[in-house]
């Protein structure tokens, strides 16, 4: 595969894939998504995910090695010099940074989301399976069949949903903690900044689809108003605390998706 050929491709649009929700399957502009082109490729061939298969690591070597040669060609195009990056302290930096984020109360508060997310469905097992037979036995005694299929639906979408959510609002929580402080006000980059904007703006996507998930959830099973309220409480409030730290998120422009 030649990547540098792919990203002359003018059907892919640049930095898609730094501010989706990575979930391909229920993407509409996979056409669209050079790393999807990269993992459909792989995906045709099941010993390029074999970790003892030499060709995976040649294959790895070479994408490194282009992606850095794409990076020295931007960089000189643009007229910047990466020679002078004194790499050490540059990593000894972004690491108390990545400690720093790790101690935020937006980190600590979407942690506890995933941990009370995961009780959730752990302790509540049960109701999904009375509700599977509830909903067969109104099947069995020809109750409207469509509207059966479509609350079934339903509910496994919003599992579904607020599954996929779960750790992804802490993962792009980090990453936008991370570089909203990694530099200080006078070496701050725009692109960072922005960047920092764009994932909180992933994060705040996934907040308002598991509220709206969890919504439906307790539609559904009414008998669990108090654990389902108890969620969606913390949940609302991390969403006002991430706009409030991330005042432009909202506005952000992801490429792709929010230019249609
Ligand atoms: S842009 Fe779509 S296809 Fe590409 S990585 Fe993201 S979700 Fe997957």
């Known amino acids: 595969m030649d990547i540098l050929k792919l990203a002359g491709d003018p059907k892919f649009i640049p930095g898609i894939y730094n501010y989706c929700d990575r979930w391909c399957e229920r993407c ?40 850095a040669a794409m990076l020295n060609k931007l960089a000189s195009e643009m007229g910047v010099d990466l020679t002078p990056l004194d790499r050490e302290s540059l990593l000894e930096s972004l690491s108390y940074k990545i400690d720093e984020a790790d101690n935020h109360e937006l980190i600590r508060e979407s942690h506890q989301y995933t941990q009370m997310a995961d009780e959730w469905f752990e302790s509540e097992y049960s109701i999904f399976e009375h509700k599977e037979d509830e909903l067969n036995s109104l099947l069995g005694i020809g ?5 059966i299929h479509c609350e079934a639906h339903s509910i496994r979408d919003a599992v579904e949903v607020i599954r996929w959510y779960q750790h992804q609002i802490y993962v792009k929580l980090k990453r936008a903690l991370t570089h909203s402080c990694f530099f200080n006000k006078e070496q701050e980059d725009v692109i960072f900044e922005s960047d920092s904007f764009g994932s909180a703006k992933v994060a705040l996507i996934g907040i308002d689809r598991s509220i709206g998930e969890w919504g439906k959830l307790h539609e559904y099973f009414p008998e669990r108003t108090d654990s389902i309220l108890d969620i969606l409480v913390h949940v609302d409030r991390l969403r006002r605390r991430v706009e409030q730290l991330f005042p432009q998120a909202r506005n952000f422009k992801r490429p792709g998706f929010d230019d249609i």
Do not use: G, V
């Open 28 to 67: 509409f502009l996979t056409s669209r998504c050079m790393t999807y082109a990269i993992d459909a490729e792989d995906n045709n061939d099941p010993s390029a995910r074999d970790l003892n298969n030499r060709a995976i690591w040649e294959r790895l070597h070479a994408i490194f090695r282009q992606t």
């Open 143 to 147: 109750i409207d069949e469509t509207k």
